[in-house]
């Protein structure tokens, strides 16, 4: 059943009981609502958009783009799928990846047990039934065995705190919530807000088309250039002839990706190796760079001679060598915050119609009728685009009232900092799955791969319940904390934790600062959720 794409309210509300409830609609969500299907289960997808696609649905904005290459960017369960697919570019576009998802949803039936434009506000356990009671937005009152996220890691955009945003008289866009209808910015004065990846890929686009940019930037960051090209025929034919072989590989990696990994230490080697296999790194383009050397995320010295090379590679493209220095990174190692995939960024900063403003060293004060206000100048602008990035990991499942067992909040129970079994499960919550929830690898790697583990891991879990006889999966409190403490011990021999990053929920004022993903690798934690599955589901309790 699939809402009216009108935005009316077009239908009454529904009430239903089922053996599954599933919140989200991008990849998890739809692999999701395949694997209950095919287990013979009812099961009910609930979006809040007016289409499928999670993140690529709402993240419209010029320039958005995968930073994984296509062909591992994607579902490999159907092998007629990966098959049949073909990816245009070596990184594909928003368009194309919600393209691709859509096809998807026809090619499965799936949209038959989708409804849209339909926002879950509460997910509440009753304990008499051990039942979930779900709630939407739309007044539907649907009753689960299994309520499962699949809400995302990036999909509640941030909106800054800006004092008198709301009196500006200009167009403001957000780019996690890009209208649908694209803007013109054609001779219009366009001031970006944030310069993670967003920021970057959208910046070149709006210098090509506004009078003039001013981009504002808080805290510069690390790009390497994406080299992007028209998908090659050639490889694709070769990676489609071994394309099983290819995906079980990559599970055995640390990122779930074919990168050309190297287990080389950066300071092994001389000064004069290192700077030719760094410019090899970053003439092949992507986040492979990172993985020239083993230890860059592990020895800040490593990490350093990385970090100095993007620097160098920063002041030769950038003319003006003020702008250059504020667009090279100091305060965080490399690869510590996200590092992004850009085509053009830095050379967009030699344009005459862009303007980069420092805003660590003159903050903006106020948004005014007609512009911005710094601590050193105003700013007349048009437009105003958001690039403030999100309430990762946990930001979607806040916004729903999620309450276990007892009547306890997820909330609460969160409240110094969310905790978790494998990121699949919480203490307190019986037959509630997180995919790619904290404590998992996902943020750190292909999440399809991660993804596509975590739906599977569920999907038998749950068929382990029906086949022997059981109703209930939960995960034991010591086994939630253990894991916590060694996902936190795991991330603490990194260099991921020297960094104010949304991985460690930084960016969002209030927010306990934990390291959010798992960064022991995709490879340790498939291996380490099939020993558990091999010991009886070792650190659940499952009950009849």
Not at 136 to 150: Q, S, V
Not at 212 to 238: C, G, K, L, W, Y
Request: aromatic share 10%; net charge neutral.
């Amino acid at each position: 059943m699939v809402a009216s794409e009108s935005g009316e309210d077009a239908r009454r509300p529904i009430v239903r009981s089922l053996d599954a409830v599933i919140v989200g609609a991008g990849f998890a969500g739809l692999y999701m609502l395949h694997r209950m299907r095919g287990l013979g289960l009812s099961a009910l997808l609930v979006e809040a958009g007016s289409g499928v696609g999670g993140t690529w649905f709402w993240n419209r904005y010029p320039g958005a783009r995968c930073d994984v290459d296509s062909l591992e960017y994607s579902f490999s369960f159907s092998e007629e799928l990966q098959q049949q697919w073909t990816w245009s570019e070596r990184f594909a576009t928003q368009p194309e990846i919600l393209k691709y998802l859509n096809h998807v949803a026809d090619r499965f039936d799936l949209s038959r047990d989708i409804i849209l434009e339909t926002r879950a506000v509460a997910a509440i356990y009753d304990d008499a039934s051990g039942r979930w009671q779900v709630r939407t937005d739309r007044g539907d009152r649907l009753d689960a065995r299994y309520c499962i996220m699949a809400t995302g890691c990036l999909s509640e955009a941030r909106t800054p705190d800006i004092p008198g945003l709301a009196s500006f008289g200009g167009e403001v866009y957000a780019t996690g919530q890009w209208p649908h209808a694209h803007p013109d910015f054609t001779g219009k004065r366009v001031a970006v807000i944030g310069t993670g990846s967003s920021g970057i890929q959208v910046v070149p686009m709006l210098a090509r088309q506004a009078s003039h940019v001013f981009v504002m930037q808080r805290t510069p960051n690390f790009s390497i250039p994406a080299r992007n090209a028209p998908t090659d025929a050639a490889r694709e034919r070769a990676w489609k002839a071994t394309y099983a072989q290819k995906r079980q590989a990559a599970r055995e990696t640390t990122a779930g990706i074919l990168y050309d990994y190297n287990d080389t230490n950066a300071l092994s080697v001389s000064e004069t190796q290192r700077t030719q296999d760094f410019e090899a790194r970053w003439s092949k383009g992507g986040v492979n760079f990172i993985r020239t050397y083993c230890d860059i995320m592990l020895d800040k010295n490593a990490n350093d001679t990385a970090a100095d090379f993007v620097r160098a590679k920063i002041r030769e493209i950038v003319r003006d060598p003020k702008t250059a220095a504020t667009l090279s990174p100091h305060d965080h190692p490399i690869g510590a915050k996200r590092i992004c995939v850009d085509s053009d960024y830095f050379a967009t900063f030699n344009r005459d119609n862009v303007t980069l403003v420092d805003i660590r060293s003159t903050p903006i004060l106020a948004a005014t009728k007609t512009g911005l206000k710094t601590a050193q100048a105003s700013y007349e602008i048009d437009a105003l685009v958001l690039a403030t990035g999100f309430d990762a990991v946990t930001g979607a499942l806040a916004k729903i009232d999620i309450r276990g067992r007892a009547g306890v909040t997820l909330a609460q129970k969160w409240a110094q900092g969310p905790r978790s079994y494998l990121g699949l499960m919480s203490a307190g919550f019986p037959n509630f799955f997180t995919i790619t929830g904290p404590g998992s690898p996902s943020i750190l790697t292909n999440v399809v791969v991660s993804i596509e583990q975590h739906v599977a891991w569920i999907a038998d879990a749950i068929a382990h319940l029906h086949a022997n006889g059981l109703a209930c999966m939960e995960a034991k409190a010591e086994a939630e904390d253990a894991w916590a403490e060694h996902v936190s011990e795991v991330a603490s021999r990194t260099l991921f934790v020297q960094a104010n990053s949304w991985y460690m929920g930084a960016n969002i004022p209030g927010k306990p600062r934990i390291f959010l993903p798992y960064a022991g690798g995709f490879n340790a934690y498939r291996l380490k959720c099939e020993e558990i599955v091999a010991r009886g589901y070792a650190g659940f309790t499952l009950r009849a």
